[in-house]
């Protein structure tokens, strides 16, 4: 009977999430399944677009023993540019309080405003959830954030090949790291900072 409990009450956190994301329940699960994944390393996690907060709830409550910095200006989207199709205040639909009332949680950091921020924490990350939409957004992200993952550690964005986020998948295809493996599935598609293993070398992730 544990076994069953257990993905019942994942189901049920991730139904919960749901309500406030726009992410669908297959997505937030790939989330979910990451998550647990990377609690085997050291590290913090952090969100950049958060909207309603849907998704950082997920986070929080999988990773309560972590640090958890949750980025976005909490009033739509910054700016636009060449590569993006969304104008600026698209999902303003929300607030810092809002979210608030979703991710109730003493291990959140809210760091509200155009990201990057002049300072930004001085952190190492295993787990990093982005929807950014926007092509800017998701440079400023893999600049900052890759840099700062743990060996093992990924870097989940969303949107990747979606129609409407174009600047996402061109921000990713400009990106070479040779620690660097990136991986699709479906709208979604992980970025690894590889590990080395005990021969020497890398190892590889393979998602299906």
């Not at 990451?34 to 309603?52: D, S, T």
């Not at 840099?147 to 129609?163: A, E, N, S």
């Not at 295809?173 to 620690?179: G, H, K, L, R, Y």
């Amino acid at each position: 009977m544990k076994p069953s409990f257990v993905v019942y009450s994942l189901s049920v956190l991730i139904d919960e999430c749901a309500r406030n994301s726009a992410l669908s329940s297959d997505k937030l699960h790939l989330l979910a399944v990451e998550l647990v994944n990377m609690r085997r390393l050291n590290g913090a996690c952090a969100e950049l677009g958060v909207w309603h907060g849907g998704s950082a709830r997920l986070i929080t409550h999988l990773m309560a023993d972590r640090m958890v910095y949750l980025f976005d200006t909490f009033s739509g989207i910054p700016i636009r540019g060449e590569n993006d199709m969304f104008e600026v205040g698209t999902f303003g639909d929300t607030s810092l309080d809002t979210v608030r009332q979703v991710v109730d949680s003493p291990n959140v950091v809210f760091v509200p405003g155009v990201f990057p921020r002049d300072v930004m924490p001085e952190e190492s990350y295993c787990f990093v959830h982005v929807d950014a939409d926007q092509y800017e957004s998701t440079v400023a992200a893999i600049k900052y954030f890759f840099p700062r993952l743990v060996p093992g550690g990924v870097i989940v964005f969303d949107d990747w090949r979606d129609p409407n986020c174009p600047g996402v998948e061109r921000a990713l295809s400009e990106f070479s790291s040779v620690d660097a493996s990136l991986v699709a599935c479906g709208y979604q598609a992980l970025l690894f900072k590889e590990a080395p293993d005990l021969a020497g070398g890398v190892v590889s992730r393979a998602y299906k």
